[in-house]
T-cell receptor, first 110, second 115 residues
Framework: EDQVTQSPEALRLQEGESSSLNCSYT??????LFWYRQDPGKGPEFLFT???AGEEKEKERLKATLTKKESFLHITAPKPEDSATYLC???????????FGKGTTLSVSS | GAVVSQHPSRVICKSGTSVKIECRSL??????MFWYRQFPKQSLMLMAT?????????EQGVEKDKFLINHASLTLSTLTVTSAHPEDSSFYIC???????????FGAGTRLSVL
């Protein structure tokens, strides 16, 4: 059964304090791994998609990496506006629906 | 990024009434649209998958007669919550997928409150 586990559940950082969020997955053939950001009361906003181990993508203060078993979302020098819930999801080769983890809620204080 | 429009953003209704939620992909044709439900502080739970012109596929435990899904075109899907009850109160989110290695984009969500 395909499964996605995110850790930690919650993360509190000071502004400028870099850290990483983890997403471990098991899937029967990976079509893609996706990172989304979700603000309270809003739908998920697409951040990155990774397709193969070793792939990396960057956007502003965020960098996503992928291995055969997990993905990391690195946040460099975060700002308060980076506070949100970050969701990881996988899509397998056979299916079309995304399987989501429970998310990591990030709070960045100034 | 691509835009998926979902409305209404919030609806309050009396128990027993039906509520329709629309989901439109504005700048691409969606091979498949998905409907999710999200409870407070929890992740998204897939309710159903719909392909244009065919019947929706519902996840185990989701009542297809209560949650009616219509996918009339490649850019529009609707979810109708029939005879809504307080336990149906939740945050409903749609997404649209162009197929292949395309990205699944999400609507802004609909907060349903049934009194």
């Amino acid at each position: 059964e395909d499964q996605v586990t995110q850790s930690p559940e919650a993360l509190r950082l000071q502004e400028g304090e870099s850290s990483s969020l983890n997403c471990s997955y098991t899937v029967s053939g990976l079509r893609g791994l996706f990172w989304y950001r979700q603000d309270p009361g809003k739908g998920p906003e697409f951040l990155f998609t990774l397709y193969s181990a070793g792939e990396e993508k960057e956007k502003e203060r965020l960098k996503a990496t992928l291995t055969k078993k997990e993905s990391f979302l690195h946040i460099t020098a975060p700002k308060p506006e980076d506070s949100a819930t970050y969701l990881c999801a996988v899509q397998d080769q056979a299916g079309t629906a995304l399987i989501f983890g429970k998310g990591t809620t990030l709070s960045v204080s100034s | 990024g691509a835009v998926v429009s979902q409305h209404p953003s919030r609806v309050i209704c009396k128990s027993g009434t039906s509520v329709k939620i629309e989901c439109r992909s504005l700048d691409f044709q969606a091979t498949t649209m998905f409907w999710y439900r999200q409870f407070p502080k929890q992740s998204l739970m897939l309710m159903a998958t719909s392909n244009e012109g065919s019947k929706a596929t519902y996840e185990q435990g989701v009542e297809k007669d209560k949650f009616l899904i219509n996918h009339a075109s490649l850019t529009l899907s609707t979810l109708t919550v029939t005879s809504a009850h307080p336990e149906d109160s939740s945050f409903y989110i749609c997404s649209a997928w162009p197929g292949g290695h395309g990205i699944q984009y999400f609507g802004a969500g609909t907060r349903l409150s049934v009194l």
